[in-house]
């Protein structure tokens, strides 16, 4: 019975000890600022330990789910997995980022973070050098980065990532092209002159003025020499179409894009929804990537730009505030608010603060739902 008794008193002591430590570690964590988490994941980041930063920044998202800091480590973890050759968790996170916040002002870095981490796969999936059989390479991630690239332009036209974007579609159709000549010349090899044809035929209606157009032509020549191959014959689509997948010259029309050479863009600006008042002060897209059952706190509203320029200014409200604008009496309205909370309670809970802060008393609390009404009534609006 004493046995009984120490083993039952140990056992007290070790679950309470683990509660402690487990205390210990929620107590760390609910101590964070945003900057402590920033600068932790940051170093995690920079000596490629993505693992733990990934667990810091899903822990920061639940504390600060709607921070702009929060948006921006998770882009920028995105990124280090696509630079450490680690695609599937690249991927992951834009894709997550963009179905969570598809009118965030960064969401283009987002789709472009996705493009560029499908085109280093499939420009190592068709090095000549690791795979000299052409019928050992795989074409499928280039021409899906060739699909990602022509998606960001066609959804932002004035993104800053535009140059860039044309440069490596331009870069795959060529790769794409010599791919489907290597095809074509082992075809030749095998004395498939029909295939042989069809994909060096396939070459010049799809990647015209390529690198490898010369080649294509040179291809059908011979095919047609060796009396395998008839010119009555229908140009047929080679395994690529059979595959069904989206024409690459068609990607590219739809797209705007003359190549070569490559267009230039329109700007090197980011695309903004509504006059910008200070870097870190949100827009439209941000309160509408928010959360419509959340809540939000208005600080002001006026028909001056300049009164609400220097208001955010001298009140240094950090990341959390925004605006939209409106028109009200035939005038330019320009509304603040700050803030994303869960519930009425937490809105509630910061308003005491931030009338101390601001000055101003008898602030609003208001529903994202009722900000996202007005916005997308404003927009069809002016659209109209």
Request: hydrophobic share 35%; with cysteine; charged share 20%.
């Amino acid at each position: 019975m004493k046995l009984i008794n120490t083993l039952f008193i140990g056992t007290i002591l070790i679950a309470a000890l683990a509660g402690c430590a487990s205390t210990g570690t929620s107590n760390s964590n609910a101590n964070k600022s945003v900057n402590d988490y920033y600068n932790e994941a940051q170093q995690y980041i920079r000596v490629g330990d993505l693992d733990d930063a990934g667990e810091l920044i899903r822990n920061m998202e639940i504390r600060y789910p709607f921070h702009a800091i929060t948006h921006k480590l998770q882009l920028e973890l995105a990124y280090a997995y696509s630079h450490q050759q680690r695609p599937s968790e690249a991927i992951a996170i834009a894709n997550r980022f963009i179905a969570q916040y598809p009118y965030h002002e960064r969401v283009d870095y987002a789709y472009y973070i996705k493009a560029l981490t499908n085109f280093n796969q499939g420009v190592l999936a068709l090095d000549t050098s690791k795979f000299p059989n052409p019928e050992d390479a795989d074409a499928r991630i280039a021409r899906e980065a060739y699909k990602n690239f022509a998606d960001l332009i066609r959804r932002f036209p004035d993104s800053q990532y535009l140059t860039d974007s044309k440069k490596r579609m331009l870069h795959l159709r060529n790769l794409l092209a010599q791919h489907e000549v290597a095809l074509a010349e082992r075809s030749l090899e095998n004395n498939d002159f029909v295939m042989a044809t069809q994909r060096a035929q396939y070459v010049l209606d799809n990647y015209p003025n390529t690198p490898a157009s010369g080649a294509a032509l040179n291809i059908i020549a011979r095919a047609n020499n060796s009396g395998g191959a008839s010119r009555s014959q229908p140009r047929q689509a080679t395994a690529v179409a059979a595959e069904k997948l989206e024409q690459p010259q068609a990607l590219a029309a739809e797209a705007q894009i003359k190549v070569p050479p490559a267009a230039q863009p329109k700007s090197t600006e980011p695309r903004n929804t509504g006059p910008e008042i200070k870097p870190n002060i949100h827009g439209e897209r941000w309160l509408l990537a928010q959360n419509p059952r959340y809540y939000t706190i208005q600080l002001a509203g006026t028909t001056k730009k300049s009164w609400l320029d220097t208001f955010f200014s001298e009140k240094k409200l950090g990341n959390e505030a925004a605006f939209y604008t409106s028109r009200r009496k035939g005038q330019r309205w320009y509304t603040a608010l700050y803030g994303s909370y869960p519930s009425y309670k937490a809105a509630k809970a910061a308003v005491a603060e931030l009338e101390e802060k601001t000055g101003i008393k008898g602030l609003w609390i208001r529903k994202y739902k009722d900000i996202r009404s007005h916005i997308l009534a404003q927009m069809a609006h002016q659209i109209d």
